[in-house]
């Protein structure tokens, strides 16, 4: 797909939307909002009833399909971007996701079997993540750069934290689930929040790009932007990007995302509200911490690390009170989008510009990768009331590679001096 080539700038028109810059960027973050005010409400309540019904390892296995679905999405939407405008994929994901909410929740609820719901899971995100990338490159096309991708993911974060604590106060009944007009709501917010992005679809400025200019996915790691491959075309994403990028959500994502189950189990439920109160709020500076780690001008990787250092550290102190869960949650907020929002700016800014839904597919696909690893072998290994001890472990893992990358960095600086300095004297 390509992002409409013109003037963006100010609050220039730019077809085929017929909508001004801050307009146009104002209508996807409303939608994206919407989307994932419903999405994390609906998903909550599954997880805590699939935790009701057969404790963490249930919730995990339906995490982990989760984010097998996000790994999938990557190739499923390199394909339809390159047959489907933005217009098309985002309305067709969107109707597809619509559907299985509905089928997997009610599923749950009637007790069918968890590998059933398991594989409605995994199909339902390939289809959200599909449409997350389209989302996501329709922001790029409009407002490129670190702060709007950060913007974009910190608004998302931040209100998806907001719909898990409200799931988490709603009343359920014996059954562990929202019983009369609240589940008809649930239902109602869960599958009608996509509405909005299925009409913003209609001013998508993402076309579908000529087949001699479809990019190809680079397994050289150079940085794209040295040029073409081989066969003359130019690779969508360096596999070192990826690779690091999942390096990091395999190591420190794990706590996060089985915050829900995690914070059940060594506090009760009533905690939950406010562990995801504490992450929105995280998220809310993210922005900052982009603008001043960004300063610093060090290293993706090692900004990354450090990144996963922050996610991952205060859930140490986390089985001791529940006060540590809202500062490791708050912590994670900050962390995980800033990370999120740093490495999509990055993918982006490297890929061809035919390629960047694609390429921010493979982005998000890699950092779920890693964090399906963890969810899955995370509760394999320890408990809840352990947890310390694989967080303590990732912690040390974390600091030691960002020693070494910082140290390489420096090396590799004072061997680039000599050179400089003797281009300088001729």
Known sequence: MVAETGRLGGNHRARPGGMRRAGRLRELLVAGVVDSFGMALGWTILVLLATARGGLGEAALYNAAMLAGVVLSAPVTGWLSRRWAGRTLLRGAAGIEIVLRVGVLAALIAGLPSVLIAAGVVVMHVAAWAGFAGMRAE???????????????????????????????????????????????????????????ILSARRARVVVAQADDMPALSLSGRRLVAGRHAGGRRSIVSPRLLVAGGAIMLLASGPTLLSVPLTTELHGRHWVAGAAIAFSLGCLLATIAVDAIAAMRLPAVLRWSLWGLAMLTGWIFAPAHAYAVLFAQFSAGLAQTA??????????????????????????????????????????????????????AGVLALGVAALLIYAATLVARRALIPPLRQQEDL
Do not use: N
């Open 339 to 392: 990370f999120e929002g740093d490495m999509d700016a990055r993918v982006a800014e490297e890929a061809p510009r035919h390629g960047v839904t694609t390429a921010l597919a493979y982005s998000a696909s890699t950092r779920a990768l890693g964090g399906s690893l963890a969810v899955k072998f995370l509760p394999m290994f320890v408990t809840a009331q352990s947890v310390d001890r694989a967080v303590s």
């Open 139 to 197: 922001v790029t096309a409009v407002a490129p750069g670190a702060r709007a991708m950060t913007r974009y993911a910190l608004c998302i974060a931040a209100v998806e934290a907001a719909g898990t604590g409200l799931a988490a106060l709603i009343p359920v009944g014996r059954g562990g689930h929202p019983t009369g007009w609240l589940l008809v709501a649930v239902f109602i917010l869960y599958a009608g929040s996509l509405i909005p992005t």
